[in-house]
């Protein structure tokens, strides 16, 4: 009995203290911070912005010039004498009759060279019959009935009371029409009186 109390008491110890060894063993091992270890903080540079990048400006196409319309090159006198010489021989005209010569109207699809034109029809009419009114009377009369220096008198109205304040008996209107390739002119004789188209003749215009 004393020693089966012996063996007991023996297995007891033993098992107590190897119950503290597996404590002890199982205690996780302190870790200690060393001194010279610590690493410094991280620094965070700070983000480059990268410049928005430009578009260059828009590259601008120079306007086109329009052309200057080209002039064609009418042969005025050689055009104008043929129906001149027609006109001056219409039956009933009194010589020394004052014709007013309205400046020539262009109706065709170009340009033409409106002085050379009414200078050619002038110079035409100059060893006629006719008395001419000349530019210093028609610049008078247009000032006295209030019409612009620089009214060409395309109206006929505009003539026809032109006409009557420097007492001319006719009025010449002259137009150009068609192509300005292949124009074509044409005359009207007027007699301011009555309005009455005593004369009228075409013919094609020479280059």
Known sequence: MTKYLRYSSSLLFACLLSGCVINQSQKPAPVEQGKGSSQPPLTTQPEQKTPPVQNPPPVTQPQPVPETPKLTSIDWPATVQPLVSKMVHTQGI????????DHIKNSTNGSIQSDN???????????????????????????TLGISPNDS???RGKAIGLAR???????????????????R?????????????????????SY
């Open 94 to 101: 009194a010589s020394g009759s004052v014709l007013l010569v």
């Open 153 to 155: 008198l395309n109206s």
């Open 185 to 205: 002119v044409q005359m009207q004789l007027m007699l301011v009186n009555t309005g009455e188209i005593i004369w009228t003749g075409s013919g094609k215009a």
């Open 165 to 183: 304040n420097l007492n001319a008996q006719y009025v010449l209107y002259t137009t150009t029409r068609g192509d300005i390739k292949a124009a």
């Open 117 to 143: 034109a009414n200078s050619a029809l002038n110079q035409a009419l100059s060893g006629s019959s006719f008395n001419l009114v000349t530019a210093q009377q028609l610049a008078q009369a247009k000032k």
